[in-house]
């Protein structure tokens, strides 16, 4: 059974190959953000897939719904496991999206997200958003009115999504670090642990793992934290 963790390859197209064929993939998936598909495309998703990688394309696509459905099209014949949308583009975008993913024979999880979570309560402020709680549910139920598989969002919203939505409705949690860690460019972080007691079903991990002296070690404590 593959581990919940997500390892976010925010590197270079070398760098993330050679950390790829270092780790196993039944100890996580991996997530092609934009940097790296910027730089490679499709290939890194090709590369990547056949060292047995399970796929989450970080692209959140947030368009018209004709452009994002032609986008989710294409992500899904490239045989990724996840992709994303922004839940803010509407339920329109949304639908078009689940029904653009439908088309493949495999399809893909499509998750909606909310909130990034290097946003605070003041940046949302400067957005016009008294409450970003209150807005993340809201996206939330949206989302799952729009048949999206889950969300993504912090750890802190984890209890209250699924008490709204239901178990069954994914929530992938970025924002993971150590205990004691630096933030980063974060502002709404939880430990490994503490997500996954909240309910998280993903961890979406970067460079607490990915920029460490010892990566693979890294790993290796995150998944003894999880147990």
């Not at 963790?5 to 064929?21: M, N, V």
């Not at 709204?164 to 630096?182: C, H, K, Y």
């Amino acid at each position: 059974m593959i581990s919940p963790i997500i390892i976010a390859l925010d590197l270079d197209y070398e760098d993330s190959l050679e950390f790829a064929k270092k780790i196993d993939p039944e100890h996580c998936r991996l997530k092609v953000g934009s940097q790296l598909f910027t730089q490679k495309g499709p290939q890194i998703i090709e590369e990547l897939s056949a060292l047995g990688f399970d796929i989450f394309l970080d692209l959140k696509f947030h368009d018209i719904p004709n452009t994002v459905a032609s986008a989710v099209e294409v992500a899904s014949e490239m045989g990724v496991w996840m992709l994303n949308v922004h839940t803010s583009g509407g339920s329109k975008m949304m639908e078009a999206a689940r029904l653009a993913a439908n088309k493949s024979v495999n399809p893909p999880l499509v998750i909606g997200v909310t909130i990034l979570t290097s946003l605070n309560q003041a940046d949302m402020n400067e957005l016009g958003v008294k409450s970003i709680s209150n807005q993340i549910n809201d996206l939330a139920s949206l989302a799952h009115k729009s048949s999206l598989d889950g969300i993504v969002c912090s750890a802190g919203d984890v209890k209250n999504i699924k008490s709204l939505l239901g178990e069954d409705f994914l929530t992938i949690t970025p924002g993971i670090r150590s205990i004691n860690a630096p933030k980063d460019d974060q502002s709404r972080v939880s430990s490994a642990k503490q997500a996954i007691e909240d309910g998280s079903d993903y961890l979406v991990i970067g460079r607490p793992i990915t920029r460490s002296s010892d990566p693979l070690k890294s790993l290796e404590i995150f998944l003894k934290e999880i147990g």
